[in-house]
T-cell receptor, first 113, second 113 residues
Framework: GNSVTQMEGPVTLSEEAFLTINCTYT??????LFWYVQYPGEGLQLLLK?????DKGSNKGFEATYRKETTSFHLEKGSVQVSDSAVYFCALSVQTGANNLFFGTGTRLTVIP | SQTIHQWPATLVQPVGSPLSLECTVEGTSNPNLYWYRQAAGRGLQLLFYSVGIGQISSEVPQNLSASRPQDRQFILSSKKLLLSDSGFYLCAWSVMGLAYGYTFGSGTRLTVV
């Protein structure tokens, strides 16, 4: 089946620290991979995506590389800011059917000054 | 460009009262539409999705129902709210066959008292 496992939170970091949020997946077929971000009180926004192996998605200083050999899509940022405090969701999409986006449980990140 | 509107943003309702949350999409035709719920501190739970007018698929048995009276309108309803219906409700849309993930609305925070 299709599923996403992501790092349990919450994660608390000091400003300018390095961030890694782990995400691994299982999928039938060849999935696309996504990271969504949810800021407090808001809906989800697409942060970055990768559609094939070895692709690197990047946005706002965040990066994630599609690793087919380890079935992973870990989210990283070299220097976090207070404004990065949010919940981060890893997700995969398979292009079959309408119900085709599978989310992880989300990881809450808090960045303290 | 495509946009998604969801309202109201917040709602406080007494137990036993009815519910109607509305979601509309602009700038696209025949989208797939989704309702998710996010309980406090929890991940995303898919409630309903729809591939066309009048076509509703339910993912979990519950006190809620969904309807799609028009191509770009998706409504979440309940005849009698329960305390356990409290949560953050998110509407989303996608286009079949493209690896672009979903686009989410800004959410409705429902508190049942």
């Amino acid at each position: 089946g299709n599923s996403v496992t992501q790092m349990e939170g919450p994660v608390t970091l000091s400003e300018e620290a390095f961030l890694t949020i782990n995400c691994t997946y299982t999928a039938t077929g060849y999935p696309s991979l996504f990271w969504y971000v949810q800021y407090p009180g808001e809906g989800l926004q697409l942060l970055l995506k990768a559609t094939k192996a070895d692709d690197k998605g990047s946005n706002k200083g965040f990066e994630a590389t599609y690793r087919k050999e380890t079935t992973s899509f870990h989210l990283e940022k070299g220097s976090v800011q207070v404004s990065d405090s949010a919940v981060y969701f890893c997700a995969l999409s398979v292009q079959t059917g309408a119900n085709n986006l599978f989310f992880g449980t989300g990881t809450r990140l808090t960045v303290i000054p | 460009s495509q946009t998604i509107h969801q309202w109201p943003a917040t709602l406080v309702q007494p137990v036993g009262s009815p519910l109607s949350l509305e979601c509309t999409v602009e700038g696209t035709s025949n989208p797939n539409l989704y309702w998710y719920r996010q309980a406090a501190g929890r991940g995303l739970q898919l409630l309903f999705y729809s591939v066309g007018i009048g076509q509703i698929s339910s993912e979990v048995p519950q006190n809620l129902s969904a309807s799609r009276p028009q191509d770009r309108q998706f409504i979440l309803s309940s005849k009698k709210l329960l305390l356990s219906d409290s949560g953050f409700y998110l509407c989303a849309w996608s286009v079949m066959g493209l690896a672009y993930g979903y686009t989410f609305g800004s959410g409705t925070r429902l508190t049942v008292v």
